[in-house]
């Protein structure tokens, strides 16, 4: 019979990776497990007023011609690429926690837009969009049937 030393830092390692997977496929909505990381997808804050839907995007350090917004009267689809910055250092090392590569992230809307009218400002790394709503989601009147 052969020993086998025990090496506690093994379980602690496997122990790790159990845990990273288990917060990677749990919390994560499936259509975002797609792109790699929760953290490649933009962020997004939806506001609703009577009159207009008003979406913001977080995409810093990129210019508004590196991004592609597509709206329908349903679907807000945003979409583009950061590319990465190509630097030599004098060692040759270089460590980075920027995040490059594409993105695409697509915002179902509560209610029908004109997607016709869509306003759009870029500053600060904040995509800006105000969706008037359709005239007859602004306009509609539901009949509740009384028993």
């Known amino acids: 019979m052969t020993l086998v030393r025990w090496n506690p830092w093994k379980d602690i390692n496997t122990l790790q990776r159990e845990i ?3 917060f990677d496929h749990s919390f994560v909505p499936t259509t975002l497990r797609e792109f790699g990381h929760f953290k490649n997808v933009p962020a997004a804050e939806i506001t609703q007023t009577e009159d ?11 210019e ?5 917004v597509e709206v329908t009267d349903t679907v807000v689809s945003i979409s583009g690429e950061r590319k990465e910055e190509t630097n030599t250092d004098e060692k ?11 993105f695409q992230r697509v915002i179902p809307l509560p209610v029908r837009i004109q997607n016709t009218k869509v306003e ?3 500053k600060d790394g904040i995509l800006n969009l105000t969706l008037p ?8 009147v539901v009949k509740v049937n009384l028993n």
């Open 20 to 22: 990273d997977q288990l």
């Open 52 to 62: 207009a839907i008003t979406l913001k995007l977080e995409v810093p350090g990129m």
């Open 64 to 68: 508004a011609k590196d991004l592609n």
């Open 92 to 102: 040759g090392v270089k460590r980075s926690e920027f995040r490059y590569g594409k």
């Open 120 to 122: 759009a400002e870029y």
């Open 133 to 140: 709503k359709a005239e007859e989601e602004k306009n509609k």
